[in-house]
């Protein structure tokens, strides 16, 4: 799926060997780790309940029905029965913005819409109504086999809770301290502005998801008004059963032909509503992509604010080691503020001096520790993102091909309907 040589970003440079969860890099990534090698995960079905929320107010909302199964590793051929819970979608919401924080480096999965977006008109965009309901349910079982087919996300503690704990899971997520360790808007918005030398990998990272996004939104819309196109064709369809059917009621040799004609139209235009209702699912694979776009650029801003912290602190020991050579050598900038306080106030006397000393000494040692933990962080994200952007890369093609591919089998399957249709009331007419 590589467009103008975009997808180049993702493999560019020599790249790091896969990292496994327990932080070692090597050749092969350990499949065993893998959650879903290990367990069944479905989402069976959706429920729509009410209740009162946190203001005491009357709500209705839908919970989904979670099922898992430990899978038969003895070989003894008997699996256990299926555990059960239900969650709500803002739990799975809450359990992938831990997943963000935890795992800046990883283009972390993206849930189904909230709120139906790019839908063809005919179909309900309502939260509630059980078409968009059901597709939900499809969507956010794809969520969770995403995240435990991963092989660093799917050892996570909290997804286990998430999928076996009943109560109590919502607790440990927060004694993970995950949310002191988000970083605010605003500090991430300053960074982006401010970063002086972004790394190349991550600029045209974004610069790509930018495009995928306008990309995939444009094919929606497309596809959204081909179907508008289409419904109407396939209904007007309903007016030749109509006129078919009234016409074979005043002939005596036509009317049989005409009146079987008429209930092949009538056949064909009541087709479309199924057939486009099932279309949506293809469209919601090419929303997951178009969600996705965000989830590269959250890697990106993660990038930004590591890179920001580490100029910051670079400039910041650049200046303790100039104030540290201006001391020693009694040499201060005629234009610095310490430069016009011993102008007008004379200069420290030795004993201060060497205090003032001692203390930068201790100001430095602790900004370069800073500085190389900062490094260190930084490079770090560099070769994980990279690692899993090759990941995210492959997936990406192969799941946007089969989409694709699938989309067009059903065009030609509709259109081969419709030459079968046509087909049928021409055999018709020849009967009469």
């Known amino acids: 799926m590589a467009e103008n040589g975009k997808d180049e ?28 090698r290990r367990m069944e995960i479905c989402v069976a079905e959706a429920e729509k309940r009410s209740g009162k929320n946190s203001v005491s107010m009357q709500e209705t ?16 051929g008997r699996l256990p029965p299926p555990d059960s819970l239900w969650r709500r979608y803002s739990e799975f919401e809450l359990l992938r913005n831990y997943l963000i924080v935890t795992y800046p480096f990883i283009v972390v999965p993206p849930l189904p819409e909230k709120r139906a977006e790019f839908v063809w008109h005919k179909l309900s965009a309502d939260n509630m109504d059980p078409d968009f309901v059901e597709r939900r349910r499809i969507g956010l079982e794809n969520f969770l086999l995403r995240v435990a087919s991963h092989p660093i996300l799917s050892n996570d503690k909290i997804l286990q809770h998430f999928l076996t704990e009943d109560h109590g899971w919502k607790e440990a997520v927060y004694e993970t301290g995950f949310q002191a360790k988000a970083d605010s808007r605003l500090r991430a918005l300053s960074a982006t502005f401010r970063v002086r030398s972004p790394h190349k990998c991550f600029m045209e990272m974004k610069h790509y ?5 306008s990309h995939t939104s444009q094919l929606l819309r497309t596809r959204a008004r081909v179907a508008d196109r289409l419904y109407a064709i396939y209904k007007v369809h309903g007016n030749y059963g109509r006129v078919f059917s009234e016409w074979s009621a005043i002939e005596k040799e036509m009317g049989d032909g005409l009146q079987s004609a008429g209930h092949h139209m009538d056949a064909y235009a009541a087709s479309i509503d199924d057939i486009l209702e099932e279309e949506e699912h293809y469209a919601d694979q090419l929303k997951e992509y178009l969600f996705y776009a965000e989830a590269l650029r959250a890697v990106c801003r ?3 604010l590591t890179k920001f912290e580490f100029e910051m602190a670079s400039q910041d020991l650049i200046s303790k080691k100039q104030q540290r050579e201006e001391l020693a050598t009694g ?57 899993d952007l090759l990941r995210f890369k492959s997936q990406k093609d192969k799941d946007l091909r089969e989409a694709l591919i699938s989309y067009a089998v059903m ?11 046509w087909s049928n009331a021409r055999e018709c007419f020849l009967k009469m």
């Not at 896969?18 to 499949?31: I, L, Y």
């Not at 909302?61 to 003894?76: A, C, P, S």
């Not at 998801?209 to 996004?213: E, R």
């Open 9 to 36: 970003l993702l493999v560019s440079d020599e790249e790091p060997e896969p990292r496994t969860p327990d932080g070692t890099w090597n050749n092969t990534v350990q499949e065993d780790s893998e959650l879903l």
């Open 61 to 76: 909302f839908t919970v989904y029905l979670i099922e898992t199964r430990l899978m038969d590793v003895g070989g003894e």
């Open 209 to 213: 998801s930018d495009d995928l996004q």
């Open 302 to 304: 993660k990038h930004e």
């Open 331 to 387: 040499m201060v900038r005629t234009f610095s503020f310490k430069g016009m306080t011993n102008k007008l106030f004379g200069q420290d006397a030795p004993e201060q001096r060497q205090a003032r000393l001692s203390l930068l000494e201790e100001l430095i040692a602790e900004s370069e520790e800073t500085v190389k933990e900062k490094t260190v962080e930084c490079e770090e994200h560099v070769k994980k993102s990279r690692m």
């Open 411 to 421: 065009q030609i399957s509709m259109c081969k309907k419709g030459i079968q249709v």
